[in-house]
């Protein structure tokens, strides 16, 4: 099974800010990987899918990078709705998550 | 606009059964596969189950294989999860949603039912 190693766990930032968010698996995935935002509450969201495409109607300060076993998402211009959760998920075999970051405003 | 509502949720004694009922609407129900996945209280996700848009196949997890079928109802656009044989690390929020367009993520999720396994 491939393992998705996501970090930090917890984040802080400013208002404003720009904050990464990073997953790598444990063999390569070939771009199979998606990200999702889950508020306090609240069902995931699909944000990012095959690594850097937007999914419908997300702000543009959300995107997706990375190839082979190293994946990010960067949040530009951090704002008080994005504090939530964010996973990642491969979907290249089977399909598992990464362990989640919790983000809070600073 | 595409929405999902789960259904069937609740408090049941460990080795128990349960059925979980999905009713999609927004989309062509029918064209796509659907998944079940959960999360345990203030734990991370877990895909459970996938089942193909016309039913020829079906995925599982191996913590839920040979306890839990996911089946669908076309003409009701209704996705199905029955559990049998509960546990207590059953208990979670479970959540239905579509799979994309491009791949085998999920673009769509339902709020989630819970499910609470204790005695």
């Known amino acids: 099974d491939i393992q998705m190693t996501q970090s930090p766990a917890s984040l802080s930032a400013s208002l404003g800010e720009t904050v990464t968010i990073e997953c790598r698996a444990s063999?390569?995935?070939?771009?199979?990987l998606a990200w999702y935002q889950q508020k306090p509450g609240k069902s995931p969201q699909l944000l990012i899918y095959n690594a850097n495409s937007l999914h419908t109607g997300v702000p543009s300060r959300f995107s997706g990078s990375g190839s082979g076993t190293q994946y990010s998402l960067k949040i530009n211009s951090l704002q008080s709705e994005d504090v939530a959760s964010y996973f990642c998920?491969?979907?290249?075999?089977?399909?598992?998550f990464g362990s989640g970051t919790k983000l809070e405003i600073k | 606009e595409v929405q999902l509502v789960e259904s069937g949720g609740g408090l049941v004694k460990p080795g128990s059964s349960l059925k979980l009922s999905c009713v999609a609407s927004?989309?062509?129900?029918?064209?796509?596969?659907m998944h079940w996945i959960r999360q345990a209280p203030k734990k991370g996700l877990e895909w459970i189950a996938l089942?193909?848009?016309?039913?020829?196949?079906?995925y599982y997890a191996d913590s839920v294989k040979g306890r839990f079928t996911i089946s669908r109802d076309n003409s009701k656009n209704t996705l199905y999860l029955e559990m049998n044989s509960l546990r207590s690390e059953d208990t979670a929020m479970y959540y239905c949603?579509?799979?994309?367009?491009?791949?085998?993520?999920?673009?769509?999720w339902g709020q989630g039912v819970m499910v609470t396994v204790s005695s």
């Open positions: 063999e390569d995935i070939y771009n199979g």
């Open positions: 927004g989309f062509t129900f029918s064209s796509y596969g």
């Open positions: 089942i193909y848009y016309d039913s020829s196949n079906k």
């Open positions: 998920q491969q979907y290249y075999d089977y399909l598992t």
């Open positions: 949603a579509k799979t994309g367009s491009a791949g085998y993520y999920f673009d769509y």
